[in-house]
Antibody
């Protein structure tokens, strides 16, 4: 059974950098059948896709985040990392690590439980 | 970016009602459209992919249709466990979600 587990700090100060890790168990992140995504959800609000990375290392990012994001594969540890720089209170949200099918009509088929990140001084 | 707009933002319905949610894309996306259900405190769950493909294990009272820029999610007979927020999501370009439709009593 494949599982995704997010980890990282629950509290980040404004203007600092947020770093999160997603640990994947039960599958390998180099599996070409999937891409690996980060999605966030502020409390009581909707879903915002942040970025994705494919097994080969190519990435796509949400342009609305203004180039503040980086996503990477940690092949030695079967992990996916997310970095978000210059955070503000608007970045306070639950951050999900999410697997997506890698086909013509892809969809998000497996979600981690999410990690709440609060940006506050 | 492809913008996704859902309507209504929320609705109240009773058990047994037929409920339809609309999702409109800012440009043509063929059938590259998925629907998710999210209950409070839970992660989203995919209901329908490719506009009309019901996922395994999803009750047949859920259905999706549409193509191009206009899509619909229908619950033919609302059940108590269907009270949730529903999101559409396009996969034609980099993914974007609709703002969600909350279904409650």
């Amino acid at each position: 059974q494949v599982q995704l587990q997010e980890s990282g700090p629950g509290l980040v100060k404004p203007s600092q950098t947020l770093s999160l890790t997603c640990s994947v168990s039960g599958d390998t992140i180099t599996n070409n059948l999937y891409s690996w995504n980060w999605i966030r959800q502020p409390a009581g609000k909707g879903l915002e896709w942040i970025a994705r990375i494919f097994a080969g290392g190519s990435t796509n990012k949400n342009p609305s985040l203004g180039g503040r994001t980086e996503i990477a594969l940690g092949t030695t540890k079967n992990q996916i990392s997310l970095t978000l720089t210059s955070v503000t209170a608007a970045d306070t949200a639950v951050y999900f690590c999410v697997r997506s099918t890698y086909n013509v009509n892809s969809y998000f088929d497996l979600w981690g439980q999410g990690i709440l990140v609060t940006v506050s001084s | 970016d492809i913008q996704m707009t859902q309507s209504p933002s929320s609705l109240s319905a009773s058990v047994g009602d037929r409920v339809t949610i609309t999702c409109r894309a800012s440009q043509h996306i063929s059938n590259f459209l998925n629907w998710y259900q999210q209950k409070p405190g839970n992660v989203p769950k995919v209901l329908i992919s490719a506009a009309s493909n019901l996922q395994s294990g999803v009750p047949s009272r859920f259905s999706g249709r549409g193509s191009g820029t206009e899509f619909f999610l229908t619950i033919s007979s609302l059940q108590p466990e269907d009270y949730a927020t529903y999101y559409c999501q396009q996969c034609y370009g980099t993914p974007t979600f609709g703002q969600g439709t909350r279904v409650d009593i």
